[in-house]
């Protein structure tokens, strides 16, 4: 089956990015980048508030999950509940990651970090794609994030080199853009990707202001801790999606009768764009 544009437009820019990692001058990771801002201990607990702020993750992608698991059968294509699984469990796997690199951060420890976040991103990424472009996209880039962040998370750690992990993350929210700016196609979730990008970077900058943040709160809050908290406000976007579509399935007309029916489009990757 020929490609249509929109995956061939996904093709291209996935390999710019891969050519920029691998050949656009390295970015050294700051010398400073483990001195978070609070390091108090509470009840025993260092770095405690990024320790307990990654419940936030936890709980957003358990929810996730029991959102998916209450889902009426055949309600989504195949590849969009796996990639909303892989999502809501990157988010678990992220809470556990980063509470286990915040207790004593260091780069062993921000590699377990990273890895559980590359698995959120890869589900997140693989699910944008399969809504706007095809499911054949989206098992493309969500498998290829799932290979390929590894890769570049071993390289940071064996080089100092970030540009690899920077360019999977930030070129991976302007693809959701990119995305967000497609047509939904026939049995799309109905996701406010924009409201996904927007939460993504207002965390973003509350990371990179962790001391100011934490000098403007008066010592109560850190920039970091609140990139936590706000991160994981991304999730729900998606957990309304598919709560939206869960209410919708229980009360059309007829569904005890039908639900064992495919509503799935067959032809998702000719789909016009």
């Known amino acids: 089956m020929r490609a249509t544009f929109s995956e061939t437009v996904l093709a291209l820019a996935c390999c710019a990015l891969l050519a920029a990692a691998l050949f656009a001058p390295g970015v050294v990771q700051p010398g400073h980048y483990h001195a978070f801002a609070d390091a108090r201990t509470i009840a025993g607990i260092p770095f405690a508030m990024d320790v307990v702020s990654n419940l936030a993750f936890a709980i957003a992608g358990l929810v996730g999950?029991?959102?998916?698991?209450?889902?009426?059968p055949r309600s989504l294509s195949n590849m969009q509940r796996a990639m909303a699984v892989l999502f809501f469990m990157g988010l678990v796997l992220t809470a556990a990651g980063s509470s286990w690199y915040h207790w004593q951060p260091d780069d062993a420890g921000l590699v377990i970090d990273r890895l559980g976040m590359a698995v959120a991103f890869a589900g997140?990424?693989?699910?944008?794609?399969?809504?706007r472009v095809s499911d054949r996209a989206g098992a493309a880039l969500g498998l290829g994030v799932l290979l390929l962040a590894p890769i570049a998370i071993k390289t940071c750690a064996a080089t100092g080199n970030v540009l690899p992990w920077t360019l999977l993350q930030f070129g991976g929210m302007v693809l959701v853009g990119w995305f967000a700016g497609?047509?939904?196609?026939?049995?799309?979730?109905?996701?406010?990707?924009?409201?996904?990008?927007?939460?993504?970077?207002?965390?973003?900058?509350?990371?990179?202001?962790?001391?100011?943040?934490?000098?403007?709160?008066?010592?109560w809050v850190a920039g970091h801790t609140l990139k936590h908290l706000v991160a994981s406000l991304a999730a729900w976007p998606v957990i309304m999606a598919i709560r939206a579509l869960a209410e919708s399935r229980q009360n059309a007309p007829g569904f005890a009768r039908i639900q064992g029916a495919t509503p799935r489009r067959a032809g998702r990757a000719t789909a016009s764009q």
């Open 124 to 131: 997140i990424l693989g699910l944008a794609a399969a809504d």
């Open 65 to 72: 999950l029991g959102y998916l698991w209450a889902l009426p």
């Open 182 to 219: 497609l047509r939904p196609l026939h049995g799309a979730l109905g996701i406010r990707w924009a409201l996904v990008i927007l939460v993504y970077g207002v965390a973003k900058l509350s990371e990179i202001n962790d001391h100011e943040v934490y000098e403007l709160t008066g010592h």
